[in-house]
């Protein structure tokens, strides 16, 4: 085994006391860029090197990524010592633990994983059997309302109590007839593989044995610990009491999916006489940074107290920006990047946060206006969407009747009753004939095929010709130009048909209101808007996309949402969209989880290392409309005293001070 000394030695204090306070419960309070995954590995080593045997230590975390990561950083410690160390996430343990006793499970024959799509299909049919309106209630909706209660340890009773109305009587019912398909199948899922190991190690026996088995157990991430979790732990570790938590409050921001923040704060009441040792220095960031964070995160009243300090000392001086739009804060960030590569930084350096994945559109449109390679993370680029390839093929077709990869695209949809042989006799004939699919569309004689199969897609490039026609001039009018092509071919019923689901339906909306919101954007700030130069600016061509998409592979900058950004970390940061009701998000108000959004704002300020760059708007264009934006009340905050030296860039824009009580209050 490898010498741990130089290891130990090179910690710092708190980080040292992390690692050598091996017996009894542990606390470890680890701030953002502190060197958790290090010292959680370097504690798994330095019990092995004292004597522990490595298969009585259990360490868990929440994704195959971090399991992984820990399991590969052990081995480049100790190497082949560490191999009988059990390092996965919750549910793999679990697995594993209720393969061993398919018998306690009341199932013949074992059980299997039931999948999402498996899950979809069971619900639905629970759903019908007592009767539930699709307007009630989707089967999406259902799973997550069932999900959150077993993770919040309701039952079916519980959940009907708390959602008023007959929604929560509906789900109810049908979470119990949902039960009873699984069990007709044998089957578990994601929740249940948790729901069931509570049960079983609350039998003495089966209790005893785990807790003999793991007599040091590990948690990472302990501020995302949900109630069965939660349970899972005390239920192992209660008698040995050879646990060591590690986790950070401050980043809590998976309570919507039923993470209980309140494990972490009430850790030293369930585990009395732990000890606690906070990791307050900081290896990611530098002091502007930190001091961002620190004054932003100190707003929130039910936290565990710290403060990040840096360990990189000072650096560059935040910058705050006021913009006008959402185009224009796209072009200045873009323009910000742009000035930097060609200062010699790399691409990867870079990454643009905002809170919800609409927010990408303009920063997209932007970048591969600059030829900027980038990558989109967690989420689809906004022009491989099929409501936008669909529209923006509809607004080729308007502008240029003869394009006739846009015309090919959209004749059936919505369905129009066009087959695919029609389809190929005519390409045929305009091949032969060598003119365009649309005039042989307009002829109505092809050879083979009747008028009356061709005549739908008469109809369209005749209504197509009309709104040309009563448009020859799109300077004042290009965003009702734009509603009316969508209005007037119908396309609100393709959305309808292709996405039966009303929230489903409601996100691919989103992605066609952006299009008006980009339309308007580009209307005000050009002299005489053209639908041609408007599309130009929106559509990269499929040869250029693949060049972006091969650059990507190697060099990018990245795009993604705060939520996607948690454990990751870049020299330069841009955190974009601080306003009301976006960040935090509306939603977040109406349902007083401000808290939340403000740890999500904290998390993504933590995510910077060298550099960051916060805006936002005065303005916004919503469903092809401007819209009046306010500063968020976390920029608020951040000037309630007066700002340390380094935190204004010189020659930046602020936001405007606090006007009244009302714009500083913490809670809505």
């Known amino acids: 085994m490898a010498d741990l ?78 191999e009988g160390v059990i390092a996965s996430t919750f549910h793999s343990f679990c697995l594993n633990l209720l393969r061993e006793r398919p018998e306690d499970l009341g199932m013949p024959r074992g059980f299997s994983i039931c999948d999402p799509g498996d899950q979809q299909t069971l619900i639905t049919k629970s759903l019908r059997e007592v009767r539930a309106p699709a307007s009630a209630v989707k089967p999406r909706e259902a799973l997550s309302m069932i999900s959150l209660a077993k993770n919040r340890l309701e039952g079916p009773d519980q959940l009907a109590r708390r959602v008023s109305g007959e929604r929560g009587e509906l789900v109810a019912l049908a979470w119990e007839r949902y039960q009873d398909a699984l069990r007709r199948r044998r089957k578990l899922d994601f929740d249940d593989l948790l729901l069931e190991t509570r049960r079983l190690l609350q039998e003495r026996p089966l209790q005893d044995l785990v807790a003999e088995r793991h007599r040091y157990m590990l948690v ?11 349970e899972i732990v005390r239920g192992i570790a209660g008698r040995h009491r050879n646990l060591c938590v590690v986790g950070d409050d401050d980043q809590s921001i998976y309570g919507w999916r039923g993470a209980d923040m309140t494990k972490i704060l009430s850790f030293e009441k369930h585990f009395p006489g732990a000890k606690v040792v906070k990791l307050e220095t900081n290896y990611r960031s530098t002091a502007p940074i930190l001091r961002c964070a620190n004054r932003l995160i100190a707003n929130n009243p039910g936290r565990h107290e710290k403060v990040l300090r840096s360990a990189l000392g000072d650096g560059e001086p935040i910058q705050l920006t006021t913009m006008r739009d959402e ?36 920063f997209e449109s932007e970048l591969r206006l600059k030829g900027i390679p980038y990558t989109l993370v967690g989420g689809q680029s906004f022009f491989d969407r099929k409501e936008v390839r669909d529209v923006l093929a509809y607004l080729r077709l308007l ?30 004939h305009a091949t032969a004939e060598g003119i365009s699919l649309a005039e042989v569309f307009q002829k109505g004689e092809v050879p083979g095929v009747k008028a009356d199969r061709i005549a739908p897609a008469q109809r369209l490039l005749t209504r197509l010709a009309t709104l040309r026609s009563l448009h020859p001039d799109a300077t004042s009018n290009l965003v009702p130009l734009i509603r009316a092509t969508i209005d007037e071919v119908g396309y609100e019923e393709e959305v309808r048909r292709c996405y039966p689901d009303e929230g489903d339906r409601t996100k691919r ?58 454990g990751l970390e870049f020299p330069r940061v841009f955190l974009v969209g601080l306003e009301e009701g976006i960040l935090p998000h509306l939603k977040a108000a109406q349902e007083d989880t401000i808290e939340e959004e403000r740890r999500l704002a904290y998390v993504g300020i933590t995510r910077a290392q060298r550099a960051l ?47 009244g009580r009302g714009r500083r209050r913490r809670r809505r």
Not at 25 to 54: C, D, F, H, S, W
Not at 220 to 230: A, I, L
Not at 401 to 419: F, H
Not at 538 to 564: P, S
Request: hydrophobic share 40%; glycine share 6%; net charge neutral.
């Open 327 to 362: 185009e224009v804060e796209a072009e200045k960030v873009v323009q910000r990047i742009a000035e930097l590569v060609e200062a010699g930084h790399a691409l990867d350096e870079f990454a643009i946060l905002f809170r919800t994945a609409v927010q990408a559109r303009p």
């Open 509 to 566: 909306w989103e992605a066609v209101d952006e299009i008006l919101n980009a339309a308007e954007n580009y209307a005000r700030r050009s002299k005489r808007p053209r639908l041609q130069r408007f599309i130009d600016e929106l559509l990269l061509k499929a040869d250029e996309r693949d060049d972006a998409e091969k650059a990507a592979k190697r060099l990018t900058v990245t795009l993604m949402t705060l939520h996607a950004s948690k």
């Open 5 to 82: 000394r130089p290891l130990i030695a090179s910690l710092n204090p708190e980080q040292r006391e992390a690692v050598e306070t091996t017996e009894g419960p542990l606390l470890v309070l680890a701030g953002a860029g502190t060197g958790k995954t290090r010292v959680v590995t370097t504690r798994i080593a330095y019990l092995i090197a004292k004597g522990v045997r490595p298969e009585h230590i259990l360490a868990v975390t929440f994704t195959n990524k971090a399991a992984a990561e820990m399991r590969e950083r052990l081995e480049q410690l100790i190497g082949a010592a560490g």
């Open 613 to 659: 760059q916060m805006s936002f708007c005065l303005e916004r264009a919503r469903g092809g409309q401007r819209v009046q934006r306010h500063p968020s009340r976390f920029v608020l905050e951040l000037q309630q005293r007066q700002p340390p030296a380094g935190w204004l860039a010189a020659g930046q824009d602020a936001p405007p001070k606090p006007r």
């Open 220 to 230: 990472d991430e302990y501020q995302d610990t949900n109630g069965p979790q939660f």
């Open 399 to 428: 502008d240029s009747p003869d394009d006739e990869e846009a015309l090919l695209r959209v004749l059936n949809a919505p369905p129009r009753g066009i087959g695919k042989a029609t389809i190929d006799r005519c390409l045929a």
